[in-house]
């Protein structure tokens, strides 16, 4: 399939990044029209091909099976071919990056929040609502989708004076990138720019009444999300933001508002150490003991730098927490597809006994 010059610039608006790897994809794909999901709905997408083109597409008849798997449906900002002349999506693009977490409910299941995505804006207030044990929750979803996760810390012309860099010293030593800005500023918010140049994709995360909305405003030049005021005794917001939706923006690239979200729950495909915890991760393998459980025990290298305080206690109980976590989504994720693995056998065999029986009325019973 080729993109004429006119409907890859078009694309190039909403975020197709035109690479090398992104021609070869296109390599061996029927005649049909390319377009990004913009948002998700019950029965159907509203899918774009250009920045002011945008309209109702209808989803595979698979994808709207009761067992089929949620994160192998297309999501908001995912590439699909349609039909040449119909507005029937025929096939989801292979993906870059697939930021998801687990559903709530006590049974596994994956919730996929935004596709192809190149920078997640980890939002979060410098009010009662900043958490930097949440942050981490974060950072470690972000990493495991495979985008660049940024934090993004709003309310900083009213909390001026909070020492970010004690409280984050962890996160930045691993290399992820903080911005503190106004988010009614657009001065302030210039400095997100270079993140959302053309063909570029950007998600923002975090908490209800963290700013997101008040930021794309921004970004955006105008009012056109919806924007509320915080609780005084928390600095919670309400849900200003009600689902999933793709944005371009005037600086060339295109942004996923994603509603605020209280419960962030693992997949079990994350990864501690490429999740803001390299330096834990290394630790561990520094013990005496192969099988050290960092309880004390002598010859733990764990133990030593908490005693020299070159580990926070903070930090590392969190790390314990957020890895026991990990642990049972993993378990959970494991048993799925088992579960699924022999959905599957049981599937084939019924469909070839009902082949059988088929041919043995076709041919005569023997």
Known sequence: MQLSEDARTQLIAIGWPDDAAARATLDGLPAGRLARVSAQHRSGYTVATAIDTEFSA??????????????????????VLLEPTADQIIALL???TLLKRGAAGEAYKQQPIAANIDTAFVVSGLDLDFNPRRLERYLLLVRASGAEPVLVLTKNDLHPDTDVDALLAGITAQ???????NAKDPASVAALHPYLGPGRSVVLVGSSGAGKSTLTNTLLGTQKIKTAAVREHDSRGR??????ALIALPQGGCLIDSPGMRELKFTGEESMEEGGFED???????CRFSDCKHNGVPG??????????????????????????????????AAQHARR??????????AFAKAKKRGDDKYGRH
């Open 175 to 181: 290399g992820v990138a903080i911005h503190r800005i």
């Open 94 to 96: 292979p993906r870059r």
């Open 300 to 333: 733990c290298a764990v133990q030593a730098a908490l005693d020299a305080g070159t580990l926070d206690p903070a930090r590392y109980a969190s790390y314990r927490k957020l890895e026991g976590e990990v642990a049972v989504a993993a378990q959970g994720r």
């Open 239 to 244: 849900h200003t933001t009600t689902h999933r």
């Open 58 to 79: 209808q989803s595979l008849a698979a994808w709207m099976r009761p067992r089929f798997p949620a994160e192998d449906r297309a999501v908001v900002g995912d590439w």
């Open 280 to 286: 834990i991760e290394a630790l561990t393998t520094q």
């Open 341 to 350: 693995a022999e959905v599957r056998v049981a599937d084939k065999s019924h």
